[in-house]
Each structure stands twice: as structure tokens, then as C-alpha cells.
């Protein structure tokens, strides 16, 4: 499967606990998006890069939130002293962006769950 | 990112066309037209995008109007599978993150 893969898909911490997630983006596209989405609502944008180097960051981001993609391959996602407000569904989308062209495409991955107690 | 209205949900027969509307009216002039959905508990799927004219794949078509404030996404032969929230998304172009600004979507219901 060449698709954009996460790990893990459910996580379950105690409040206070740092969680990481993964995302490997499908391998030619450089550019790579994490969202978060809660129940009910759409997804909603955090951060994306472009190859290693982070464009944009949303003020959803706060500073417990850091992401990270060193080799501009694999991203991480880390969230430092979990709350329960950060109980959501963390998603990672990749895209091949073209200068001159439109957004395109972005594919998403099935999404991290995570669960704080 | 230019603000897209969509009705929150639909019904629609299995094996009818399911025609989901969407209002974009502050849409600029090279801005696309971008349709997503999001069966359950899996990531959103892209579908079809345009600018001016419509287009077809192999999946839906997309009738965008020709002052292109609104568009209709039509799914020709609704399928049970096709029971997903369906977003309508213009990006803002020309700078910024061109990520995608998801609302809250329709919710279509396709009723055996």
C-alpha cells in the first residue's frame, strides 16, 4: 500500500502524558498537512511543510504542540502535558504541490484516535 | 479561504443521482473548487476539483454555475457506499497554506 500511513491509530493516555504520532506521506509529495478533527466537526487545519521546512502554523497549535519533519520525509507530531481538550482524531495529509498550480490533491491518512483520560 | 455554505444533510435513494449543492459567492476569479468526503471513521477522500468549467471523473461531476457562486456535486448512481459527509472547499490562493478550510460539510444519506 503506497497511500499515507499513521501510527499508532488509537492511543489512550492519562492526562499530563506526552504522546507522539507518526505519519509517512505517500514518497514523492513534499508537501505534508496535519489536522485535528473532533466529533461532529471538519477537520481542522494545525501545521503543514513544505519538503523539511514548516510554512504555517494555525493558533490551534499551541506551544504544548510541536511538529516536525526532519528529513522532509516522515513527520512527527508531538503533544507535550496532554488535556482532555486534546482528545480528537489527528490527521496527516501529503500532496505534491506544483508551482504556478492549484492546491491539488491531498491524500489523507486514516487518522491517529487519541484518547485523554 | 472563501466561505462555502452547504446544507447540513440530504437523503437520497440508492440508485438515483444525488445532486449536493454548495454557495461560494465570495469566490475570487482563480480560485478552485475543491469536493471532499469523509465516510466514518476514515480519512477524507478527495473527489473532483474545477475553476470555470464543469468536470467529470470517474467518481462524480462537478456543474459549477457560470458566475461561479455555487456549484453541484452529482453523484450519478448513488450507491449505500456513498453514505458520507461531502465538503465543499474553495482554497485561498495566492499565498498562505493552501490547506484546506474544512466546514461542517452535508452528511448524505443514501436510503436503500
Known amino acids: 500500500d503506497t497511500g499515507v500511513s499513521q501510527d499508532p491509530r488509537h492511543k489512550i493516555t492519562k492526562r499530563g502524558q506526552n504522546v507522539t504520532f507518526r505519519c509517512d506521506p505517500i514518497?514523492?509529495?513534499?508537501?505534508l498537512y496535519w489536522y485535528r478533527q473532533t466529533l461532529g466537526q471538519g477537520p481542522e487545519f494545525l501545521t503543514y511543510?513544505?519538503?523539511?521546512?514548516?510554512?504555517?502554523k494555525s493558533r490551534l497549535l499551541s506551544d504544548r504542540f510541536s511538529a516536525e519533519r526532519p528529513k522532509g520525509s516522515f513527520s512527527t507530531l508531538e503533544i507535550q502535558r496532554t488535556e482532555q481538550g486534546d482528545s480528537a482524531m489527528y490527521l496527516c495529509?501529503?500532496?505534491?504541490?506544483?508551482?504556478?498550480?492549484?492546491?491539488?490533491?491531498?491524500?489523507f491518512g486514516e487518522g491517529s484516535r487519541l484518547t485523554v483520560l | 479561504d472563501a466561505k462555502t455554505t452547504q446544507p447540513p444533510s440530504m437523503d437520497c435513494a440508492e440508485g438515483r443521482a444525488a445532486n449536493l449543492p454548495c454557495n461560494h459567492s465570495?469566490?475570487?476569479?482563480?480560485?478552485?473548487v475543491y469536493w471532499y468526503r469523509q465516510i466514518h471513521s476514515q480519512g477524507p477522500q478527495y473527489i473532483i476539483h474545477g475553476l470555470k468549467n464543469n468536470e467529470t471523473n470517474e467518481m462524480a461531476s462537478l456543474i459549477i454555475t457560470e458566475d461561479r457562486k455555487s456549484s453541484t456535486l452529482i453523484l450519478p448512481h448513488a450507491t449505500l457506499r456513498d453514505t458520507a459527509v461531502y465538503y465543499c472547499i474553495v482554497p485561498h490562493s495566492g499565498g498562505g497554506a493552501d490547506g484546506l478550510t474544512f466546514g461542517k460539510g452535508t452528511h448524505l444519506i443514501i436510503q436503500p
Open positions: 495529509a501529503s500532496s505534491l504541490k506544483v508551482v504556478g498550480s492549484s492546491t491539488g490533491e491531498l491524500f
Open positions: 514518497s514523492e509529495h513534499n508537501r
Open positions: 465570495t469566490i475570487s476569479g482563480n480560485e478552485y
Open positions: 511543510f513544505q519538503n523539511e521546512a514548516q510554512l504555517e
